[in-house]
């Protein structure tokens, strides 16, 4: 079975741009989570979908926004983006909120 | 709030010989804990899980880790390394339904 899996694997925008990362849960699975992984950090929470409905939100400014799809693949939108939004982006699915999380390989965003 | 705290960022180990990388976290409700691993490129692996029942959680390649409540500690344990153990490690807790709060993580090297 296929696991996580997460579109594009890197991508390099500059300051200002808006950039759309995707998410495709496992089969299976009706919850998605987005991580931010600055270098040399843990993972910070973003966003948590389940049902196509957000179920939690991280620290995280405005310029971020998620959504889920009926077949609960998932995107997430960074507008007006700043040097500081270079990270690895990670997508995790699980069967509902609760339950142990998978993994996708991230989206490596580079800002200039 | 919760929070991770992993009191090591790096630690050198020699080949076949013991680890234990150390973490602890703070939580007013009970709490998920888990053991990640990411190498290097890639995405998050599960490594195990404590939910609840016995305090000593095995998980895969041969890691080991203990929940202790009264020292809300919960450290990894390995009694022989190999160098494809060498990764980044992370600690991570949550309580039912919410988010992973991780720490922010120990690299791991094996000197042969």
């Known amino acids: 079975d296929a696991g996580v899996t997460q579109s594009p694997t890197h991508l390099i925008k500059t300051r200002g741009q808006q950039v759309t990362l995707r998410c495709s849960p496992i089969?299976?699975?009706?919850?998605v989570s987005w991580y931010q992984q600055v270098l040399g950090q843990g993972p910070q929470f973003i966003f948590q979908y389940y049902e196509k409905e957000e179920r939690g939100r991280g620290n995280f400014p405005d310029r971020f926004s998620a959504r889920q799809f009926p077949n609960y693949s998932s995107e997430l939108n960074v507008n007006a983006l700043l040097l500081g939004d270079s990270a690895l982006y990670l997508c995790?699915?699980?069967?509902?909120?609760?339950?142990?999380?998978?993994f996708g390989p991230g989206t490596r965003l580079t800002v200039t | 709030a919760q929070s991770v705290t992993q009191l090591d960022s790096q630690v050198p180990v020699f080949e076949e010989a013991p680890v234990e990388l150390r973490c602890n976290y703070s939580?007013?409700?009970?709490?998920?804990l888990f053991w990640y691993v990411q190498y290097p490129n890639q995405g998050l692996q599960l490594l195990l899980k404590y939910l609840s029942g016995s305090t000593l959680v095995k998980g895969i390649n041969g890691f080991e880790a203990e929940f202790n409540k009264s020292q809300t500690s919960f450290h990894l344990r390995k009694p022989s390394v190999h160098i494809s153990d060498t990764a980044e490690y992370f600690c991570?807790?949550?309580?039912?339904?919410?988010?992973?709060?991780f720490g922010t993580g120990t690299r791991l090297t094996i000197i042969p």
């Open positions: 089969s299976g699975h009706k919850s």
């Open positions: 991570a807790v949550t309580h039912p339904g919410g988010k992973l709060t």
């Open positions: 995790a699915s699980s069967l509902r909120p609760g339950n142990e999380q998978y």
């Open positions: 939580s007013s409700v009970s709490v998920y």
